[in-house]
T-cell receptor, first 116, second 117 residues
Framework: EPEVTQTPSHQVTQMGQEVILRCVPI?????FYWYRQILGQKVEFLVS????????KSEIFDDQFSVERPDGSNFTLKIRSTKLEDSAMYFC??????????????FGNGTRLTVT | AQSVAQPEDQVNVAEGNPLTVKCTYS??????LFWYVQYPNRGLQFLLK??????LVKGSYGFEAEFNKSQTSFHLKKPSALVSDSALYFC???????????????FGSGTQLTVLP
């Protein structure tokens, strides 16, 4: 079964540094998402991406965050200047190609970001 | 706006007993409802969804969920729990009137299920 893959599995960075989290969504999916989860708590929506542009974003997704689909397979999340409170598990997800929004999201295993 | 409530942070059940994990939702229109399970250090795995039709939906690993429109609930159930079912369970909702690219799921806060041997 196709999977969403994320790299790296764990990223440690110093406060103020830039990080890029990488994802390869399922190949025939058209909708892409980033979510984050702080220490096994609620899964929070960050951003959705469709047709090479952001379709929705949450309040969390401020100017420090950006997303990109640089080629036909990768989907990246960049945090320009990390803060301690950015430490979390970041999940990439993708969604099927159906017209109706009734398909489940498929999640990767996540990247654990630790900001020191 | 759409929201999900999971009123129990923790549910403990003995192996072999039935389990229920509660979920209520709020959407503007009619909902699409989903359950996900998360094992330690893993991503969220899709269990089942309610789209339309029969209010009782069956999913992976013997789980099922009952949609109740009047109570705006979508409780997860399993007739006989296994120790291996111990995990974090998330309910999620998407408004059926989501149009275009506004398809993100809104998740509940999660319920830790512990099945005791």
């Amino acid at each position: 079964e196709p999977e969403v893959t994320q790299t790296p599995s764990h990223q440690v960075t110093q406060m103020g540094q830039e990080v890029i989290l990488r994802c390869v969504p399922i190949s025939n999916h058209l909708y892409f998402y980033w979510y984050r989860q702080i220490l096994g708590q609620k899964v929070e929506f960050l951003v959705s991406f469709y047709n090479n542009e952001i379709s929705e974003k949450s309040e969390i997704f401020d100017d420090q965050f950006s997303v990109e689909r640089p080629d036909g397979s990768n989907f990246t999340l960049k945090i320009r200047s990390t803060k301690l409170e950015d430490s979390a598990m970041y999940f990439c997800a993708s969604d099927g190609s159906g017209v109706l929004p009734n398909s489940p999201l498929h999640f990767g295993n996540g990247t654990r970001l630790t900001v020191t | 706006a759409q929201s999900v409530a999971q009123p129990e942070d923790q549910v403990n059940v003995a192996e072999g007993n039935p389990l229920t994990v509660k979920c209520t939702y709020s959407v503007s229109g009619n909902p699409y409802l989903f359950w996900y399970v998360q094992y330690p250090n893993r991503g969220l795995q899709f269990l089942l969804k309610y789209i339309t039709g029969d209010n009782l939906v069956k999913g992976s690993y013997g789980f099922e969920a009952e949609f109740n429109k009047s109570q705006t609930s979508f409780h997860l159930k399993k007739p006989s729990a296994l120790v291996s079912d111990s995990a974090l369970y998330f309910c999620a909702v998407r408004d059926r009137i989501s149009s275009g690219s506004a398809r993100q799921l809104t998740f509940g806060s999660g319920t830790q299920l512990t099945v005791l041997p």
